[in-house]
């Protein structure tokens, strides 16, 4: 049987006729491409070429399979173009999700290092609420899910992505904007804006509050942090949010500052356990792991 190899000296022959012209096109030596011709005629047991003033001429007997290897070559070049494609992400569509909290900032610019990765990358990206996520995975419409919550389930697996502390939202003139940090008993005795503690992501934000035993009151509820960051720049209390919620120094209106006593949030990527992860959904995860590190460092 021929290899692809083979079937490339052999093709190249044809297109020059010499072998010093074949081993020009495939940058090889000479040398190399007379050999590799004589054993390809002696492995099938025929000549393929008539040795000529120094030319090569398909002899009759060969003559009629050398159409079937242009074809055989013409399909191995679109079988390389269709990989390169694939790698630059033409023929394809990436779905994947996340939590608002991590769709605000850092999820764009993940997405930015994608598509400087994959240029010609289709995207279809969603936003869920946490509960949301089993079924959007489970039936595979979409690859992976960032969280700001680990999802217990038989058919996920949660791969970390990265961990923030528990930010304080001020308005900008706000008396406590004017410290480096804020302690929880300080924010308790403010009217504070927020996310039902019943839901997994709230009862994180409520953390401070319940460790310490203090009291934990919401006048103004909001579904996402960032309304509750908008509630606050509209001077209508304080709030705390996580770090990647607010992983940008342009936020008008605001000041956030750390509260005292750190409490973390872990931020997930969710995938279907029975699924293979694509290239696409490696680098995002890639990607968002290296915007979580950024955002940490972003303030003291």
Known sequence: MLTLRQIEVIRAIMMAGTVKGAADLLGVSAPG???????TESQLGIRLFSRRHGRFTPTSEARGIFGQINEVFSKVENLQFSIEA????????????????????????????LRHRFPELRMNINILKI?????????????????SYRIDHPGLISHQLGSGRLMAVLPQDHPLALQEAVSPAQLASQPLIGIDPSDPYGRILSSPFTDNGLPFELPIQARFSHTVVALVAARLGIAVVDEFSVATPHLPGVAVRP??????????????????????ADELISALRSEMRSATQLRP
């Open 33 to 39: 491409v007379s050999r590799a011709m004589k054993h």
């Open 86 to 113: 694939l790698k630059r992400g033409e023929t394809s569509v990436f779905s994947f999700a996340s939590v608002p909290s991590i769709a605000q900032h850092i999820m764009p610019r993940a997405v930015a290092r």
């Open 131 to 147: 509960e949301e996520t089993a079924d959007y995975l489970l039936l595979k419409k979409g690859e992976v899910v960032a969280m």
């Open 259 to 280: 509260i005292t006593d750190t409490t973390a949030l872990t931020a997930y990527c969710v995938v279907n356990a029975e699924t293979p992860r694509s290239i696409f």
